[in-house]
């Protein structure tokens, strides 16, 4: 949304100004993946995967067809940690 970035948390919505590479950059790698151009999860928050779509806090997310492998194998090495909670 032309630089604008929300930032969805349990506490609420916060807006802010930047790109989403300079926030990836910024936050743990192992904690943080992107799904798809549009979106970084916190893979704490996924309670469901199906297909190309991914559940995070109760909100659907695609899952871009590019991004898949990324994103399930850095969810599976989440997990396989032992910090999925």
Known sequence: MKHSIVYHTTEGDYSAYGSLRSVEQMLP?????????????????VTRVSGF???????????????????????????????YV
Request: with cysteine; glycine share 8%; aromatic share 12%.
């Open 53 to 83: 779509t991914v559940t995070v806090g109760g909100d659907d997310l695609s899952v871009s067809h590019s991004k898949k492998r990324e994103f399930m194998k850095a969810l599976n090495e989440y997990i396989g940690r032992g910090e």
């Open 29 to 45: 790698e192992n904690w943080f993946v992107r799904c798809n151009s549009c979106y970084l999860v916190n893979l704490r928050y």
